[in-house]
């Protein structure tokens, strides 16, 4: 009887120092990894989502870039940590391409979505000396011959986008693959391809000065950056893509933390800095908290599946 006494009272011990780590967290450095290059649309995201969630965690936060293999180096890497919530991955539509190609040998099981923090549509830009002035242009050049389209990466976002709007509108298209995004703008600068798909808050810059255009978006409704671009859907096509950038964690997490973490994240997206951020980038504000998230990752999951057996891969 007193042993059992005993087992009983040391459990619930145990059980009280996990609720009271639980609680205080959290108690040191929190890791965040990111699969992009610094400089991109995903690295500002999480540097901006950073400077409020400095401020408030109490602990530092250190952001580390960890390019290769289509985000494999980044996911292999925080699946080798311990699932105690200290390591974040900041996902975005690569997670299912990778996966789907085989190119890591997790499923999405092993991850645990805490937070979306953005979905940046896509839009279809070419040079401003390209002589393309709208979609409708790039479509009969299309019929003429193919369309040399520049992305960074077969199977990725950029290609299955590019596919889905080759095959819907009828024409053929040469992929041109480049290392960056900055690249295929240079490419596209250079006339070495004709058009490419990028999110507007990586080429606002140069739209502003006149050296691209972009002839439509691939969003629900036009973009309140860009009020006089048509959508597909305007233009007779129901086609939306775009990147949506969110943070997991290793599957295995606390709830409490991964509630913890959810919370820490909604503050800093609902910052004034960081809503000032979507609007300078032209993304509205749109968030998902974690169980919004997931279901919406299971939905992206089957058109991307769907989209990468189209292309071959």
Not at 214 to 233: C, G, Q, V
Not at 273 to 290: C, H, P, Q, S, T
């Amino acid at each position: 009887m007193k042993k059992i006494l005993v087992l009983s009272l040391l459990a619930i011990f145990l059980l009280s120092l996990t609720s009271m780590g639980v609680a205080a967290y959290p108690e040191e450095e929190i890791e965040w990894v990111l699969w992009s290059s610094p400089g991109g649309g995903t690295d500002t995201t999480a540097r901006t989502a950073g400077i409020p969630l400095r401020k408030d965690m109490g602990v530092p936060l250190v952001i580390r870039n960890m390019s290769g293999g289509s985000g494999a180096r980044a996911m292999e890497y925080v699946q080798e940590q311990k699932a105690d919530g200290y390591t974040w991955l900041f996902i975005t539509n690569t997670l299912i391409t990778t996966t789907e190609r085989g190119l890591v040998d997790y499923t999405y099981e092993d991850w645990e979505p805490v937070f979306m923090l953005n979905h940046d549509p896509q839009t279809i830009a070419v040079s401003a000396d390209s002589g393309i002035k709208s979609f409708e242009d790039l479509v009969e050049l299309g019929k003429e011959r193919k369309l040399k389209w520049g992305l960074t990466h077969l199977g990725g976002n950029d290609h299955v986008a590019i596919n889905t709007v080759a095959e819907a509108v009828g024409v053929g298209y040469d992929p041109i693959v480049y290392n960056s995004g900055a690249e295929v703008m240079v490419g596209a600068l250079g006339g070495s391809i004709d058009v490419f798909i990028s999110n507007p808050s990586e080429i606002m810059g140069q739209v502003e000065a006149g050296k691209i255009n972009i002839i439509a978006s691939m969003s629900e409704k036009r973009l309140s950056i860009l009020p006089d671009t048509p959508t597909l859907k305007e233009l007779g096509y129901d086609i939306q893509f775009g990147t949506w950038r969110g943070v997991a964690v290793k599957a295995g997490t606390d709830p409490e933390v991964v509630n913890k973490i959810e919370s820490m994240l909604a503050e800093a997206a609902d910052s004034e800095i960081y809503r000032e951020f979507l609007k300078d980038n032209g993304m509205d504000y749109n968030v998902k908290n974690a169980e919004e998230f997931d279901k919406f990752i299971q939905k992206q999951w089957s058109v991307f599946s769907e989209g990468l057996k189209k292309v071959g891969l």
